[in-house]
């Protein structure tokens, strides 16, 4: 079992910045992407970004040129970088690492979330 340990949300103004951690617990397996999602209270989970082992970046369109993800794969951690942040951006942020395992199959870990709230 692997446990993804978040941190970095908190509580800002509207074009404030926060950056979100996410460490895996352990390594040895076959990483696919690792990332981040949200979900603001009556809405369905959606993808923030993702970003690959070998580093090709999927930005949502609402966070494209105010995000920035990256990934040090040493230590099985995904960084967060949002800047210009916006009410609409609150959410619980969840990280989520996509793994493989035999035969070209794919599952998933979640964090526990993380709460981001922008104030207007």
């Known amino acids: 079992q692997v446990q993804l340990v978040e941190s970095g949300g908190g509580l800002v103004q509207t074009g404030g910045s926060l950056r979100l951690s996410c460490a895996a617990s352990r390594s040895g397996f076959s990483i696919n992407t690792m990332g981040w999602y949200r979900q603001a209270p009556g809405k369905q989970r959606e993808l923030v970004a993702t970003?690959?082992?070998?580093?090709?970046?999927n930005y949502a369109d609402s966070v494209k040129g105010r995000f920035t993800i990256s990934r040090d794969n040493a230590k099985n951690t995904v960084y967060l970088q949002m800047n210009s942040l916006k009410p609409e951006d609150t959410a619980v942020y969840y990280c989520?690492?996509?793994?493989?395992?035999?035969?070209?199959?794919?599952?998933?870990?979640w964090g526990q979330g993380t709460q981001v709230t922008v104030s207007s």
């Open positions: 989520n690492l996509n793994y493989e395992y035999g035969l070209g199959r794919r599952d998933d870990y």
């Open positions: 970003m690959t082992t070998g580093g090709s970046a």
